[in-house]
């Protein structure tokens, strides 16, 4: 047996031990199942190449328009045991995730625990107050077609969150890192106050973050996030999501840490705008972004990015699915990479909205890109290439 059959045994059997174990603890209770997984074989019309595809190699995160344009096999599995001692509600949850980068076979890629942490609710001075330690994601909200947390609190750590403090609710977590070859950590605190109702059908929310890095090259870094909720915009069927963000330092603009050796030259800004909407057979989400990043030596990256996807419900079990998404950045100095993406998918599926799953889809996916993008598939096949087309299916479920 090789070492890396060896080490994917082992892991194997310690996450089945964990999940037995919460199982067996969690008998006489309900116990929550839930999950997501991707997967799908594909094609392009280039020769010499197994598949594509397209994502521009530089600028800020979440521009890729995901429907048809994903590689990769991903899943993540979850189980959740809720329970109540002494009048204080307990949860403990235990989540694995699986990642291949190719729509291989190969069973050794990495398999790992991606969430492993403990939270109890009603105590007597703060019955609203969620109070929690251990693996866990903080995620806060993400546009789902560039398939993006903005803000993604994640990490090992401690804290509470729900706390009534005024108009809104208080959370205030600490997360180490030490990932470090001399294992000197780096720090992070997060402060989130959130649910406070700004105006009729919307809502606001600030998130918070520090960060102090303490190996060789570490440095300290501060982010701040603004995010306004709107449904119901202008008495529509449209909801609206606004995030306005700014981060320096060692700190990423979603609310974690960044690059942890990045000096208080390096200031980042983003506004990122989302819009959804369903309204009869029609369903939709819309991106527009932009992003300023200077590096340490104060070299700033401009990015943009517009696109949205579209579907039309033929029929309850039957509908058409269209995306469009073009991206951009470019450097002070250097050349502006470009990258139009489009997608066609007629998709089967347990109901006619746009966010009804399981999806079964057939796609056809068609990029162009400038020069200045250089191989943005990363595969040999397309050096010296800007336009190639892909193709393939997938089924996309959570539950």
Same mark, same amino acid.
């Given at each position: 047996?090789?070492?890396?059959?060896?080490?994917?045994?082992?892991?194997?059997?310690?996450?089945?031990?964990?999940?037995?174990?919460?199982?067996?603890?969690?008998?006489?209770?309900?116990?929550?199942?839930?999950?997501?997984?991707?997967?799908?074989?594909?094609?392009?019309?280039?020769?010499?190449?197994?598949?594509?595809?397209?994502?521009?190699?530089?600028?800020?995160?979440?521009?890729?328009?995901?429907?048809?344009?994903?590689?990769?096999?991903?899943?993540?599995?979850?189980?959740?045991?809720?329970?109540?001692?002494?009048?204080?509600?307990?949860?403990?949850?235990?989540?694995?995730?699986?990642?291949?980068?190719?729509?291989?076979?190969?069973?050794?890629?990495?398999?790992?625990?991606?969430?492993?942490?403990?939270?109890?609710?009603?105590?007597?001075?703060?019955?609203?107050?969620?109070?929690?330690?251990?693996?866990?994601?903080?995620?806060?909200?993400?546009?789902?077609?560039?398939?993006?947390?903005?803000?993604?609190?994640?990490?090992?750590?401690?804290?509470?969150?729900?706390?009534?403090?005024?108009?809104?609710?208080?959370?205030?977590?600490?997360?180490?890192?030490?990932?470090?070859?001399?294992?000197?950590?780096?720090?992070?605190?997060?402060?989130?106050?959130?649910?406070?109702?700004?105006?009729?059908?919307?809502?606001?929310?600030?998130?918070?973050?520090?960060?102090?890095?303490?190996?060789?090259?570490?440095?300290?870094?501060?982010?701040?996030?603004?995010?306004?909720?709107?449904?119901?915009?202008?008495?529509?069927?449209?909801?609206?999501?606004? &995030?306005?963000?700014? =981060?320096?330092?060692? +700190? !990423?603009?979603?609310?974690?840490? *960044?690059?942890?050796?990045? %000096? /208080?030259?390096?200031?980042?800004?983003?506004?990122?705008?989302?819009?959804?909407?369903?309204?009869?057979?029609?369903?939709?989400?819309?991106?527009?972004?932009?992003?300023?990043?200077?590096?340490?030596?104060?070299?700033?990256?401009?990015?943009?990015?517009?696109?949205?996807?579209?579907?039309?419900?033929?029929?309850?079990?039957?509908?058409?699915?269209?995306?469009?998404?073009?991206?951009?950045?470019?450097?002070?100095?250097?050349?502006?990479?470009?990258?139009?993406?489009?997608?066609?998918?007629?998709?089967?599926?347990?109901?006619?909205?746009?966010?009804?799953?399981?999806?079964?889809?057939?796609?056809?996916?068609?990029?162009? &890109?400038?020069?200045? =993008?250089?191989?943005? +598939? !990363?595969?040999?096949?397309?050096? *010296?290439?800007?336009?190639? %087309? /892909?193709?393939?299916?997938?089924?996309?479920?959570?539950?």
């Amino acid at each position: 047996m090789t070492r890396t059959s060896r080490l994917r045994t082992t892991t194997l059997s310690s996450l089945a031990t964990a999940a037995g174990l919460l199982m067996a603890a969690g008998s006489a209770h309900a116990l929550d199942y839930t999950g997501y997984f991707r997967a799908g074989p594909g094609g392009t019309t280039k020769g010499g190449a197994s598949r594509a595809c397209y994502a521009l190699q530089g600028g800020t995160a979440g521009m890729k328009y995901r429907l048809g344009n994903e590689c990769d096999i991903y899943g993540e599995f979850q189980l959740a045991q809720g329970f109540k001692k002494d009048g204080i509600d307990y949860k403990v949850v235990l989540m694995t995730d699986y990642y291949n980068p190719h729509s291989d076979a190969d069973d050794t890629k990495q398999l790992r625990l991606a969430q492993m942490y403990a939270e109890a609710k009603g105590f007597d001075f703060a019955p609203e107050a969620t109070v929690w330690a251990g693996k866990e994601r903080g995620r806060r909200g993400d546009v789902h077609i560039v398939d993006t947390y903005f803000t993604e609190m994640a990490g090992i750590g401690a804290g509470f969150k729900g706390l009534n403090v005024g108009p809104g609710k208080l959370g205030v977590a600490y997360y180490t890192n030490d990932k470090d070859n001399n294992q000197r950590p780096a720090h992070r605190g997060n402060v989130e106050y959130v649910d406070i109702n700004s105006n009729t059908d919307g809502t606001l929310a600030f998130f918070g973050t520090a960060t102090k890095s303490q190996f060789a090259g570490g440095t300290n870094g501060w982010g701040l996030t603004a995010k306004h909720v709107q449904a119901k915009l202008f008495g529509s069927d449209f909801n609206n999501v606004l &995030w306005v963000q700014y =981060a320096q330092g060692s +700190t !990423g603009l979603n609310s974690n840490f *960044g690059n942890q050796t990045d %000096t /208080s030259a390096a200031k980042k800004f983003r506004v990122v705008e989302s819009v959804n909407f369903q309204q009869g057979a029609w369903g939709g989400m819309g991106m527009l972004l932009w992003a300023n990043e200077k590096d340490n030596a104060g070299k700033a990256t401009v990015s943009t990015s517009v696109g949205g996807r579209l579907s039309y419900g033929v029929t309850r079990n039957f509908k058409l699915l269209g995306e469009a998404g073009v991206s951009q950045y470019k450097p002070d100095g250097g050349q502006r990479a470009r990258l139009t993406k489009v997608t066609f998918a007629p998709t089967l599926s347990t109901g006619p909205a746009l966010m009804d799953r399981p999806e079964f889809r057939l796609y056809v996916t068609h990029a162009k &890109w400038n020069k200045a =993008a250089g191989n943005i +598939t !990363g595969v040999d096949g397309y050096a *010296g290439e800007t336009s190639g %087309t /892909s193709f393939g299916a997938q089924v996309e479920v959570w539950f």
